[in-house]
């Protein structure tokens, strides 16, 4: 399927599943999602602060798609530094609504054009961006009002 999905009417994924597979005899797919850097994920991860969105948008998306339930969205660690394990994300309305929760908040984001640099803790140590940035965007940052943040600190704060 290469056209995108539109979700809760309004949210277009374009995106590429890793894995999809199909369990007969309960009519049911499950979703994969290839990782090979190290399992950073905690065991009730369902979106990770708005940072791991496979396992369940890619379930809504394929949901949508091809109109069959998936039972679990699933990271699995497929190297030696991943550990090889897995981590299930079962997907019911609770999940799903956690998912496009992330979405509403980053639409909103986007909508109202306010986006400002706003690191999580010790992000910017591990980012890419940081010779765009500077070396001292996080602590910066630390000394502006937090309280046009709230949207972001509530999606940071989804498991
Ligand atoms: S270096 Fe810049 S882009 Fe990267 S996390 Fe820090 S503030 Fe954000």
Redesign the pocket.
Known sequence: MKDPITVDGKFVLRGSVDLIEHRPDLEVLRVTDHKTGKNRSTPDLIVGGGTTLQPVLYSVAIERGLGKKVLAGRLFYTTTAGGFVEHAIPINDYTRGQGLQVLAIIDRAVEMGFLP?A?AER??AW?D??P??GPR??ER?GHKAQDKLADLLALRALR
């Open positions: 640099a690191p992000a910017c980012c961006f940081r765009v940035c965007e996080e940052v």
